[in-house]
């Protein structure tokens, strides 16, 4: 177990003080060190990767596989479309420059509003976060938005705003998160599906769209949002072994 204390260590400048939790907590460069040494941070990376691109389940993790989900949580982390729309598991292309992809001929709505709910995954190292705002690039929403634009073709200069259940901060993945947007044409659902996936493939995915009620808002109706934290296992030296497993820290 490590050992160490709050305090600086002012007999020894140099030596580097070990972990130990304190009545007030871990200064911010303790709490770093304990987050980033010997943590092969790059297995979840490789895991959220898979996950994105849709190798991979978050049933996989075990301690979900505990959990008693309701149906439609269930199809949204096992990756299976909901009731009344469509998914696209084949239709992905492999990069922007290569997704060439046909928009099929839309009607006007005539006064008549149509709001789609669809349900993406992104791995969020490769964003600026989610949130869009002037003057910031990279962001997961404006790359929807940019994405669902290219629906209603180069002669529109159409301006389309993504909302979404819920925010993520600069490299933090999700994965079932649903976001609504409204048209007064009518979108192909393939269409909005093939748009997003062509958008950044391999970092963004559209698992599902649908027509919903014209009053949806996926931002002021989502009734549950689940976080998960997931964290490496240290390795430590064991018994002059360089390296050995380290039991769970939670």
Same mark, same amino acid.
């Given at each position: ?36 040494? &010997? ?7 490789? /895991?959220?990767?898979?996950?994105? !691109? =849709?190798? +991979?389940?978050?049933?996989? $993790? ?50 008549? &509003? ?7 995954? /992104?791995?969020?190292?490769?964003? !600026? =976060?989610? +949130?869009?705002?002037?003057? $910031? ?68 995915? +559209? ?44």
């Amino acid at each position: 177990t490590d050992t160490v204390t709050c305090k600086s260590q002012e007999n020894n400048p140099n030596r580097r003080p070990a972990l130990k939790w304190c009545g007030k907590g871990w200064a911010p460069q303790l709490v770093q060190r304990f987050l980033g040494e &010997r943590r092969p941070w790059q297995e979840i990376e490789g /895991f959220y990767t898979r996950l994105v !691109a =849709g190798n +991979a389940s978050l049933l996989d $993790l075990e301690s979900l596989q505990k959990i008693k989900f309701t149906e439609a949580a269930e199809q949204t982390l096992s990756g299976l479309p909901g009731p009344g729309g469509s998914t696209q598991q084949e239709r992905q292309p492999t990069s922007s420059a290569d997704s060439s992809y046909s928009i099929s001929r839309r009607k006007e709505t005539q006064h008549t &509003r149509l709001t789609y709910a669809v349900t993406i995954c /992104f791995f969020g190292p490769a964003f !600026a =976060g989610w +949130a869009w705002a002037p003057g $910031l690039s990279g962001t997961a929403q404006g790359t929807v938005q940019d994405a669902v634009a290219k629906l209603f073709g180069p002669d529109k200069n159409t301006q389309v705003v993504v909302n979404a259940a819920g925010r993520t901060d600069r490299g933090v993945s999700a994965y079932g998160q649903v976001v609504s947007f409204y048209s007064w044409e009518e979108l192909a659902l393939d269409d909005i599906i093939t748009c997003i996936n062509a958008a950044d493939p391999g970092k963004l995915r +559209a698992l599902h769209a649908q027509v919903v009620p014209r009053s949806f808002h996926a931002t002021f109706q989502a009734v549950w949002r689940r976080y998960i934290y997931l964290l490496p296992l240290r390795s430590r030296p064991v018994g002059g072994v360089p390296e050995g497993p380290c039991a769970p820290v939670i």
